[in-house]
């Protein structure tokens, strides 16, 4: 099995669905963002803070590298912003299969605009963001789900695709 990389703008819900698609395989589940928080010692708002968003972005790039390099392979969701690297976009077709979680910028605009995140905190900004990223996430996806429905139906439509997945290989293996 490749890595289940979980993909799509902030608050499309890839933790969450991450975490219960790996539940659901018996595999670990990692956030590439938690996995760069442990690694500085220091929050998302304060890794902007003090050391900015290019320096954020290369570890992003590293640290996506390095989690799907690693044996067995299990879930990774991936900041939104990740797949503005070419490397990593890359990277991923290479060695995962990704999900997008998609939703419109409006309704993701409503799940985040109180919350802490620092790239959240004017409007405009966040849908033309946005706009910029989309063709990213479309060009890059394996899978498209939108996240707009109930959680349990959208991580019901993740878990499906990736057992179909399972399936396939281990029908190609006979």
Not at 49 to 54: D, I, L, M, Q, R
Not at 72 to 101: F, M, N, Y
Not at 108 to 128: N, Q
Request: charged share 30%.
């Amino acid at each position: 099995m490749a890595w289940v990389v979980l993909t799509g703008y902030m608050g499309a819900g890839k933790s969450t669905v991450g975490g219960a698609v790996a539940a659901h395989l018996s595999r670990e589940f990692l956030d590439s963002d938690d996995e760069i928080e442990r690694d500085a010692n220091l929050a998302i708002p304060r890794i902007f803070a003090t050391k900015g968003e290019v320096w954020f972005r290369r570890t992003e790039e590293r640290t996506i590298r390095e989690i799907v390099e690693r044996e067995p392979a299990g879930v990774l969701a991936i900041g939104g912003g990740a797949l503005e690297s070419a490397r990593t976009r890359a990277l991923l077709h290479r060695a995962a299969q990704v999900v997008w979680l998609c939703a419109t910028p409006e309704q993701l605009w409503d799940r985040v605009m109180d919350s802490s995140r620092p790239l959240a905190t004017d409007r405009e900004r966040f849908l033309r963001r946005y706009a910029r990223r989309e063709p990213l996430y479309a060009e890059s996806a394996n899978f498209t789900v939108d996240a707009t429905q109930p959680l349990d139906t959208v991580v019901g439509e993740v878990q499906a695709w990736v057992d179909g997945l399972l399936g396939d290989a281990a029908g190609a293996g006979r």
